[in-house]
């Protein structure tokens, strides 16, 4: 089952930048897929950005796209997301998530695995 643990979150001016990072422990963190997913106040959880077990391959939509960015780094056993140009509708609890290989994608239902969330909470 192993822990999945997000970090990096806090309180970031509109126009300003994070990395958030996702630690995994206890698992063969190469054989899964990760997914970022983000939760605001009153709101449904979305997906922002997957990232299959092959680095490269990578996935947002466009309500997000050139904003914000997955990378992952198999011999840490981490994967990142780092959002550009910050807006107060970025705020949320960000999640990272794990799909075993070779599910992909943003669908919630292939997601076995999931952190506790960091807060991310932009305002002036």
């Known amino acids: 089952q192993g822990q999945w643990v997000e970090s990096g979150g806090g309180l970031v001016q509109p126009g300003g930048s994070l990395k958030l990072s996702c630690a995994a422990s206890g698992i063969a963190f190469e054989k899964f897929s990760i997914g970022w997913f983000r939760q605001a106040p009153g709101k449904e959880r979305e997906g922002v950005a997957a990232?299959?077990?092959?680095?490269?391959?990578?996935y947002s939509p466009d309500s997000v796209k050139g904003r914000f960015t997955i990378s992952r780094d198999n011999a840490k056993n981490l994967a990142y997301l780092e959002i550009h140009d910050l807006i107060p509708d970025d705020t949320a609890v960000y999640y990272c998530?794990?799909?075993?290989?070779?599910?992909?994608?943003?669908?919630?239902?292939?997601?076995?695995?999931w952190g506790q969330g960091t807060q991310v909470t932009v305002s002036s």
């Open positions: 990232i299959s077990t092959l680095p490269d391959y990578t």
């Open positions: 998530a794990a799909a075993p290989d070779p599910l992909f994608g943003l669908f919630e239902r292939i997601y076995d695995y």
